[in-house]
Nanobody, 117 residues
Framework: QVQLVESGGGLVQAGGSLRLSCAAS????????MGWYRQAPGKQRELVAV???????NYADSVKGRFTISRDNAKNTLYLQMNSLKPEDTAVYYC???????????WGQGTQVTVSA
């Protein structure tokens, strides 16, 4: 099993920045991809950014140029650097990991990001 714990959320004014962290622990072998999702009130959970291990990164159109996903393999930690935040970015942000060629998918508990106008 893989355990994911997010941190770094909070309240920030529009235009500000936050960096989210996702610490992975447990059986962390053969992880194929890690990503960040978010869910705003009344909306479906959506992909924000994903990194394919050993491959590319992809971003939702709404965050391109503002958010950066990165991974520190030595620390088993995934990051999401969020700049130029907008009120529309307000959501619960979830860390995700796919293991064993996507046969297993894990989710963190989520961290709240609130952006005030």
């Amino acid at each position: 099993q893989v355990q994911l714990v997010e941190s770094g959320g909070g309240l920030v004014q529009a235009g500000g920045s936050l960096r989210l962290s996702c610490a992975a622990s447990g059986s962390i072998f053969s992880i194929n991809a890690m990503g960040w999702y978010r869910q705003a009130p009344g909306k479906q959970r959506e992909l924000v950014a994903v990194v394919i291990i050993g491959g590319s990164t992809n971003y939702a159109d709404s965050v391109k140029g503002r958010f950066t996903i990165s991974r520190d393999n030595a620390k088993n930690t995934l990051y999401l650097q969020m700049n130029s935040l907008k009120p529309e970015d307000t959501a619960v942000y979830y860390c995700n990991a796919a293991q064993d060629l996507y046969l297993r998918v894990y989710w963190g508990q989520g961290t709240q990001v609130t952006v005030s106008a």
